[in-house]
């Protein structure tokens, strides 16, 4: 399965223009999902997304990587559009992974349980989804919560789609994590603070 990761887009809340440059102890923000996808068992080629608002973060890419994650340059006129774009650009077949740049503590074994998850259904696309419960244990505020069937839901920035059907509305399926490292994306400096404490915390 191919796996794009979207960093085109500006970060305002963080008070800066690129969230995927963002310096995280002691590496970019984006450089610890790339990490992870790469060494996925599930993973084949890893992409990043970029457009004319994210030169430093294609740089970045560029200059740690090489050829091992590639580059996909959409117009950034929005985040459809330009997934849309991505996903045809790739050449894709069959399922793809759409995720965030900020997910700093997903792991490959997260990423591989995903896919083995959704490969086990017969529904074209799948979202990631985390309860607000965990947010509040966490002492954090999601910005997005949806209303999914009674129970408050938190979309984690992860999803499988078929890129055949990209252009289509497709019928979607939910997975539903406990796990604070798939949950948890760096949206602002208290998330970012957060992922440092639980990075550091591994480190002892």
């Keep these: 399965?191919?796996?794009?990761?979207?960093?085109?887009?500006?970060?305002?809340?963080l008070g800066v223009e690129e969230k995927a440059c963002v310096m995280l102890i002691d590496r970019p923000l984006i450089s610890y999902l790339l990490d992870s996808l790469l060494g996925a068992e599930h993973i084949?080629?890893?992409?990043?997304?970029t457009s004319p608002y994210s030169?430093?973060?294609?740089?970045?890419?560029?200059?740690?990587?090489?050829?091992?994650v590639l580059i996909l340059r959409t117009p950034g006129d929005n985040y459809v559009g330009d997934m849309v774009n991505a996903v045809k650009d790739a050449g894709s077949?069959?399922?793809?992974m759409i995720l965030m740049p900020d997910l700093p503590l997903v792991g490959s074994e997260h990423i591989d349980a995903i896919v083995e998850s959704y490969e086990e259904r017969s529904i074209p696309a799948m979202s990631v989804y985390a309860p607000i419960g965990l947010f509040r244990e966490l002492g954090l505020r999601p910005g997005t919560v949806f209303n999914k069937n009674g129970e408050m839901l938190v979309p984690v920035g992860i999803n499988v789609l078929d890129s055949a059907k990209i252009e289509e509305e497709q019928v979607d399926s939910d997975y539903l994590t406990h796990i604070p490292e798939v949950a948890i994306n760096v949206d602002s400096v208290v998330e970012l603070a957060k992922c440092e404490e639980m990075l550091l915390a591994r480190m002892v």
């Excluded at 084949?44 to 997304?49: E, I």
Aim: aromatic share 6%; with cysteine.
């Design 1 to 13: 399965m191919d796996a794009i990761v979207m960093a085109g887009g500006l970060a305002q809340r």
């Design 44 to 49: 084949g080629r890893v992409f990043v997304q």
């Design 93 to 96: 077949t069959g399922p793809v």
């Design 55 to 68: 030169p430093e973060t294609e740089s970045c890419v560029r200059d740690r990587y090489g050829d091992d």
